[in-house]
């Protein structure tokens, strides 16, 4: 794997099937991180996939943090076929595809805020039915979806802001096979494809970048999986082939929350023989190799991993 390559890639680089890991570059790997790239491994390695790495840097990014987590990578022994994909430097790709699903009509100009958006969907949530014309609350109420031409304009004259970009979405709900939840339906609303702020939304760079990287299989933590059903029904408006799902129980401390930072000892260069651990918490190991031996995804566990004080 080269680290660092900075030509422009292509399809070509990344012939599938594939699986991937697409971790932030906002701090260290903690066990759980690393957890869930280990599994990632395995599923990808134990069905003759490609393993590829996206560093998603769109958004927040902290100095040192790509360098320390691909360093943490290499020391776990995570391998990695072909070049790293870093957002950031593919932006006029997510420009495409949204521009492909404005020329579509599917699209529309937002200009709430935070706060109008949570009152809206407050309001709605304590209408008859969920809201008129809804069979259920929407995520986000459609308060922008239909607003005349005299109301685009003044809002447009009045906002100290851009508007964000959502997805005029024909569905409420839309469903997928997980492989280890199973039929999972989420619901989908009219999500945000292009921040106010002019960046692009995860749910968009993450659909269109598995499509170019031939990933047809998504592993990530279970806390995603309410995402699958927005990100499988925009594939499938954009034309791609949604991945195969598994969406893994996340490590989590003693009081039941997501691991951090904070819970003392959970990096890889703070906890002896942190992979072993964590295999030892799939009930595989003590080495990648062996556990790729013995992997079965029927056998893994599916309650959270609490992890514990060293």
């Not at 986000?140 to 802001?161: N, Q, V």
């Not at 995860?202 to 269109?208: E, I």
């Not at 691991?259 to 990096?267: F, I, N, Q, S």
Request: charged letters at 25%; hydrophobic letters at 40%; a negative charge.
């Amino acid at each position: 794997m080269n680290p660092s390559p900075r030509e422009p890639l292509s399809r070509s680089d990344f012939p599938g099937p594939a699986g991937r890991f697409a971790p932030s570059p906002t701090g260290d790997f903690h066990l759980g991180n690393l957890r869930t790239a280990a599994l990632a491994w395995l599923f990808a390695r134990s069905t003759g996939r490609a393993f590829y790495l996206r560093v998603e840097d769109l958004d927040r990014v902290r100095a040192g943090s790509e360098a320390s987590q691909l360093a943490d990578l290499a020391t776990a022994g995570i391998t990695f076929d072909g070049p790293v994909l870093r957002q950031s430097e593919h932006t006029p790709r997510y420009a495409e595809a949204l521009h492909t699903l404005e020329s579509q009509g599917l699209t529309y100009e937002c200009f709430c805020s935070r706060r109008e958006i949570a009152e809206a969907v407050a309001q709605a949530a304590s209408a008859p039915n969920g809201g008129p014309g809804t069979d259920s609350v929407r995520l986000y109420p459609g308060t922008c979806r239909d607003l005349s031409d005299d109301e685009l304009a003044r809002k447009r004259a009045e906002s100290s802001r851009e508007p964000a970009i959502r997805l005029r979405a024909g569905v409420s709900e839309y469903a997928v096979e997980d492989l280890l939840a199973g039929l999972h339906v989420s619901p989908v609303d009219d999500f945000v494809l292009r921040r106010n702020d002019g960046a692009f939304a995860y749910n968009l760079v993450s659909v269109v970048d598995d499509d170019f990287m031939s990933v047809d299989q998504v592993v990530r933590g279970d806390d995603l999986l309410d995402s699958a059903g927005r990100q499988a029904y925009l594939a499938s408006l954009l034309g791609f082939q949604a991945p195969v799902y598994a969406h893994v129980p996340l490590a989590l401390n003693a009081e039941g929350r997501r691991l951090a930072k904070r819970d003392g000892p959970v990096t890889l260069a703070e906890v002896p023989n942190a992979m072993r651990v964590i295999l030892g918490s799939l009930g595989l190991g003590p080495t990648l190799e062996d556990a790729l031996r013995q992997f079965d995804p029927a056998r893994l566990p599916r309650e959270p991993w609490v992890v514990r004080p060293q």
